[in-house]
């Protein structure tokens, strides 16, 4: 299926069904991420029932550390 995510094209598998399946791909394996599924933001309980859709528009802001 086709999503955006952070405004560029992306075809995900066809195993790929929810939110935290995307996360579990090697793109985004291990990213601390806060996601937002067609303008809503969503907490971490809710990747796993937070199903994907065709042309869904995905967004994810990476935690980066420094001092």
């Known amino acids: 299926m086709m ?18 399946d995307l996360l579990s791909l090697p793109e985004w394996k291990r990213a601390m991420v806060i996601v937002e599924l067609n303008g809503t933001v969503l907490n971490s ?5 937070s199903a994907l859709s065709e042309g869904d528009r995905i967004e994810m802001v990476h935690f980066v550390g420094g001092g």
């Open 3 to 20: 999503l955006t995510i952070n405004g560029q094209a992306f075809h995900t598998p066809e195993d790929c069904c929810n939110i935290a």
């Open 45 to 49: 309980q809710q990747y796993a029932e």
